[in-house]
């Protein structure tokens, strides 16, 4: 496996680093349900712009199926080093699309074709239920926008493409390509919105939490690698408040 990792946990990912990426979680060393890169990046999305910063803990090992056997097989600690610093890269590049511009986020989305039409669809399933997945790591904290009269019609192309659980009646909206096109292309105002909702909630947070951070990390760890595999010290990395990750 080519090498292209860097230090550096904010520098976006490369082109060729994403297939890479993409090409390990469907290899063999991977579980049946490990996420599809598609359905990584609406994972991490839905991690990223929610209304608390979840620990890395918390988010990361779901990548990799719901069970501890799913977890991967990985040729060295180099590799699963490398691999978690590609992870960690792609969440925050994701946060840092979001902080320069919600309006002009581009979810990583497939293009499908169907038997007997030649047109290619955009589809956003698989990135949807990523996204829903990672709503359910915290969903309680999620109430506040439950609770928003907007709330519905911004959430409901993400639940009709994504959600494990919809009635008939809902399926009918996602019977055809056109249908399932159609909501793809009303996730991102979804997103935006959203990310514009939390905003506040996660500002004021960071803020109390502040404090918290750096007396923990005096006295537990705070001199340890970071588990996000930036390969920093935890305490001037996932440790620190203003960490995107």
């Known amino acids: 496996m080519a090498r292209h990792s860097t230090s550096n946990p904010f520098l976006p990912l490369s ?4 297939g890479e990426l993409d090409r390990f979680l469907m290899s063999d060393a991977t579980s049946y349900d490990t996420m599809s890169i598609d359905t990584l990046d609406g994972y991490l999305t839905a991690v990223a712009i929610g209304p608390i910063m979840l620990d ?17 097989d990985f040729d060295s600690a180099e590799q699963a080093q490398h691999i978690i610093g590609l992870i960690v890269r792609q969440m925050n590049g994701i946060i840092s699309a979001f902080e320069a511009d919600p309006d002009e986020v581009e979810p990583i989305f497939v293009a499908v074709t169907h038997q007997g039409d030649p047109r290619e669809y955009t589809d956003a399933e698989m990135w949807a239920y990523g996204f829903m997945q990672g709503l359910e790591l915290c ?11 907007e709330s519905i019609s911004v959430l409901r192309p993400l639940h009709l493409l994504g959600s494990d659980e919809v009635t008939a009646e809902e399926e009918a909206y996602t ?50 690698l970071c588990p996000c595999g930036s390969l920093k010290k935890f305490n001037v990395c996932c440790g620190t408040p203003t960490t995107l990750h």
């Open 15 to 18: 082109e060729q680093e994403m």
């Open 56 to 72: 890395f803990k918390q988010w990361f090992p779901g990548i990799w199926g719901p069970d501890e056997e799913d977890e991967p």
């Open 139 to 149: 969903r309680k904290d999620w109430q506040p926008f439950f609770d928003d009269p």
């Open 175 to 224: 019977e055809t390509p056109e249908q399932s096109e159609e909501l793809a292309e009303q996730v991102p105002d979804s997103l935006a919105w959203i990310y514009r909702f939390w905003l506040p909630y996660r500002q004021a947070v960071i803020a109390r939490g502040a404090n918290t951070i750096q007396r923990q990390d005096t006295h537990s760890g705070g001199n340890d």
